[in-house]
């Protein structure tokens, strides 16, 4: 299935398949895109509509009943399309605000902080979207879905939020010109308690991506 065929006239723009099909190719296009880093200084804000768009159409997946694939097993896709790519250049386009602290199940008391990356968070939601849109320009559409819906519940759901909230906490941290903390050097392979989460903070004033976003300066 080509790019015409995915957006013919002839699919219906009121069907749920074609509306989320839509959403995630859209969500692909603008984070590739992004990451070419022709417009570094909008990153952070356009990944922040980007990511909150797609996670409307995984609220619908997630609202949907569930959805049975048409093979009782799935069809070798062949390799999987690469994505270091875009993780390499999206950590370089948001260092040093790339690394943040996240707890990864709200439910699980007193579970500590583990930091995370936005770049890695993103390249993963872009993995699982590509796999189901595969599957969606092969024509195996109730495939697609299956898959975009079973990753929504079991990995790009909780990512993508995760991802949103770290976004939404930088714009805000900007418009209400109030500092950042760094995790500099904090390495996102180590296991590290809240305690040393809070000893490896730093300081990152604002206006690092302040300026870029076109706001007044920390004072």
């Known amino acids: 299935m080509s790019d015409a065929t995915l957006h013919a006239t002839g699919h219906d723009p009121d069907d749920f398949a074609v509306q989320i099909a839509d959403q995630v190719e859209s969500f692909l296009v603008a984070v590739t895109e992004i990451a070419k880093g022709d417009e570094p200084d909008s990153a952070v804000p356009f990944l922040l509509l980007e990511v909150s768009q797609l996670l409307l159409a995984g609220g619908r997946l997630g609202a949907h009943e569930d959805i049975v694939p048409d093979e009782r097993y799935e069809p070798d896709l062949g390799p ?3 994505v270091d790519d875009i993780r390499e250049r999206l950590a370089a386009m948001l260092d040093p605000i790339d690394v943040y602290s996240e707890v990864f199940d709200p439910y699980e008391p007193r579970k500590a ?3 995370a990356r936005i770049s890695d968070d993103l390249a993963d939601v872009l ?11 092969a024509g195996r559409t109730t495939e697609a879905m299956w898959w975009w819906q079973f990753s929504y519940f079991s990995n790009w759901g909780s990512t993508a939020s995760a991802t949103l909230r770290a976004l939404q906490s930088l714009v805000a941290h900007v418009r ?3 500092p950042l ?3 500099d050097g904090l390495d996102t392979d180590q296991d590290l308690s ?5 000893e490896e903070a730093g300081r990152v004033m604002v206006e690092e991506i302040g300026g870029p976003l076109g706001l007044r300066e920390v004072k």
């Not at 699982?128 to 599957?135: K, N, S, Y």
């Not at 809240?194 to 809070?198: G, T």
């Open 176 to 178: 209400l010109n109030q």
């Open 194 to 198: 809240e305690e040393a989460l809070a």
């Open 113 to 115: 902080p583990v930091p």
């Open 181 to 183: 903390q760094e995790l």
């Open 127 to 137: 993995a699982d979207l590509r796999h189901g849109m595969a599957h969606y320009r």
């Open 80 to 82: 999987e399309p690469d």
